[in-house]
């Protein structure tokens, strides 16, 4: 049974920081490219962060410079580093384990709310 369970969301001030982490089971971890989508009201959910096996990264553009994604494979664990959080940066965010072309999963989602 695969499992993706997301901790870490809150409620923090602009330019708070949040860390959110992701743990793994029923897969081989380190196989897997694992991500972080967020989607807010009204919106689609979009990728805001993506972590290959191989620990190569890539980031959405309004997230660069300030989000950190890194992995733990013994730990099978994600982390998304939430730094100058803006309020647009408020939404759900959902862990992602992706094997291309085969497996797909999600997390159930962890709330972020960034307001004063």
Do not use: H
């Amino acid at each position: 049974q695969v499992q993706l369970v997301e901790s870490g969301g809150g409620l923090v001030q602009p330019g708070g920081s949040l860390r959110l982490s992701c743990a793994a089971s029923g897969i081989t971890f380190s196989r897997y490219a694992m991500g972080w989508y967020r989607q807010a009201p009204g919106n689609q959910r979009e990728l805001v962060a993506a972590i290959s096996s191989v620990s190569s990264t890539n980031y959405a553009d309004s997230v660069k410079g300030r989000f950190t994604i890194s992995r733990d494979n013994a730990k099978m664990t994600v982390y998304l580093q939430m730094n100058s959080l803006k309020p647009a940066d408020t939404a759900v965010y959902y862990c992602n384990a992706k094997w291309p072309g085969l497996f797909d999963y999600w997390g159930q989602g962890a709330q972020v709310t960034v307001s004063s």
